[in-house]
């Protein structure tokens, strides 16, 4: 099975080919052009996807030494995600399988972060629990198997990579502004600067509560003392980093209990973040946890998840027609009409 993915949901045009359920490329292109605006602008990312996909394509069908006539079927991202940039996806696999006459195979691009971590070992055994964090995701995956997957807890309003975003804007750092967050806590002192977490019934997140919190102190200490954020950065970092990783760990360490589960594993953008990656680990080593962190190269949106995913579809006989249609929203359960 040789297999063309293509991920086109937000800022990244990426396409992947897998062969045998192996990754022979992975090909990122980032669009720079959003970090003068401080976020996604929704039709220059489309534009963008427009004018990237087929060098990247063509890239990636070199690195991985196969010719397109070779392929035997095309996955995507169908949703959710930016509408405009998945339409630019979309029809560019069902243009490019129906040239070649293949298959196309449509991928939930939440189920995908999740399924990252059977690229490469160490890979966890089923059923696991899976904490997807992004900015514009935060969920408590109970994965079955490849293609059986339960949210048991998510945010009920913002994500937490939009809190991490949204702290990085207020103290005056570049869009994306988590990973700078991350970089700045590792100097500052995370227990400076307390914040109320706040509590959501079950597996539930809020994370609006805390940015209200976090405007706020930020108004009260700037009144006081003008230059008090350029004075404090790390500390500021470093204690709004520690209490979402709290709130994160919180419900995690509650839904390891319920689900009677050893396995946990962490997925989507913000699982690059270093401080949660080390107190996951710490986490595990403490209460006896198997932790399952994927590579730098698969925590952000890439088609090398798109293409596991495929992968697994392919071998349950799982494709679409081209009737298909992207969808901005698509639930991670859901069996959506073509």
Sequence with gaps: MKLLAIESSCDETSAAVMVDGVLKSN???????????????PELA????????IPVV?????????????????????GPGLLGALLIGTSFAKSLALSLNIPLIEVNHMQAHVLAHFIEDPKPSFPFLCLTVSGGHTQLVWVKSALDMEVIGE?????????????????GLPYPGGPLIDKLAKEGNPDR????LGEM??????????????????????KNNPNFIEENKA????????????MLLRKTKKAMKEMNCTQIAIAGGVSANSGLRTRLTEMGSE???????????????????????GHFKAEAGEFCGQDVSPLARYELAAKPLA
């Excluded at 489309?46 to 996909?53: D, E, F, T």
């Excluded at 019934?201 to 700037?222: C, D, H, M, R």
Aim: aromatic content about 10%; some cysteine.
């Design 27 to 41: 090909i990122i292109s980032t669009q720079l052009i959003h970090t003068e605006w401080g976020g996604v602008v």
């Design 201 to 222: 019934p079950g597996l539930n997140f809020s994370f609006s509560g805390i940015k209200t919190a976090i405007l706020y102190f930020l108004q009260k200490e700037v």
């Design 193 to 196: 600067f307390p914040f109320s």
């Design 287 to 309: 209460l006896g946890w198997e932790v399952f962190i994927p590579a730098f190269s698969y925590c952000t949106d890439n088609a090398g998840m798109i293409a596991m995913a």
């Design 58 to 78: 063509t890239e990636a069908l070199q690195k991985a030494n196969i010719n397109k006539n070779e392929l035997n079927a095309i996955a995507f991202t169908r």
């Design 235 to 246: 500390d500021i970092c470093a204690s709004v980093q520690k209490s979402l990783i709290d």
């Design 155 to 171: 945010t009920q309003d913002d994500a937490v990579g939009e809190a991490f975003d949204k702290t990085a804007k207020l103290i």
């Design 46 to 53: 489309s534009r963008a996807h427009q004018k990237s996909i």
